[in-house]
């Protein structure tokens, strides 16, 4: 008669006293591309997936575009002309935000229109000079020692007659700058 074999003990010392399964072997890693344990195989359709983005609106909102482009024409030809005037001279790189501000809210409010960029353009055109004669008409202000509001609005005839004389290519030079920089600012901002 045989007699059965103790079953074997673990080590009463060392890294893997007392564990049990310290002797076992590991289980294999899953194959690459195949999916954790625990995982039903095949993929359920969707049971992990997030779901889908929703489609982005298509903005092509003509007036809003116009109005934002109109206010931002307003207060971006103040703060030029405020510029202008406190430096006594026109600034390249202002002509460039004026235009730039009023394209990108025109193209941010009114999306994709096509019509936004063109209608920038010329509201950067018409800021950009109405920037340039409230800087001319600080200047005539602050030289004749009287207030702003009588220089340019009472005598606004006389700002202008200024102005066409002072204007020299720099001056026009600006202008186009304005207006290219709006064009493109609104169509960069409708993407």
């Given at each position: ?14 890294p ?7 002797q076992?072997?590991p ?6 591309g195949?999916p954790?344990p625990g995982?039903?195989?095949?993929p359920?359709p969707?049971?992990?997936a ?5 489609p982005a609106?298509?903005?092509?909102n003509?007036?809003?575009g116009?109005v934002?482009?109109l206010?931002?024409a ?6 030029y ?16 935000g ?8 025109a ?5 994709r ?7 920038s353009?010329a509201?950067a ?8 004669l409230?800087?001319?008409a600080?200047i ?6 009287v ?8 005598n606004?005839?006389?700002?202008q007659?200024?102005?066409?004389e002072s204007?020299?290519?720099k ?7 304005g ?8 169509r960069?901002?409708?993407?």
């Amino acid at each position: 008669m045989s007699q059965s074999a103790p079953p074997p003990q673990p080590p009463q010392s060392g890294p893997v006293a007392g564990n049990p399964y310290a002797q076992q072997a590991p289980a294999p890693a899953p194959a690459p591309g195949a999916p954790y344990p625990g995982t039903p195989y095949p993929p359920q359709p969707g049971a992990f997936a997030a779901p889908p983005a929703p489609p982005a609106p298509v903005r092509n909102n003509l007036a809003l575009g116009l109005v934002a482009a109109l206010a931002a024409a307003v207060a971006a030809a103040a703060l030029y002309g405020l510029i202008a005037g406190a430096t006594k001279h026109e600034i390249g790189y202002a002509a460039v935000g004026v235009g730039f501000v009023i394209g990108v809210a025109a193209g941010k409010a009114g999306g994709r229109n096509p019509a936004l960029p063109v209608i920038s353009a010329a509201l950067a055109l018409g800021a950009v000079y109405l920037g340039q004669l409230v800087g001319e008409a600080m200047i005539i202000a602050d030289h004749f020692g009287v207030s702003f509001n009588e220089v340019f609005f009472k005598n606004f005839g006389d700002v202008q007659d200024v102005w066409k004389e002072s204007a020299d290519p720099k001056t026009f030079l600006f202008l186009v700058i304005g207006a290219a920089a709006a064009f493109t600012g609104s169509r960069k901002a409708a993407r």
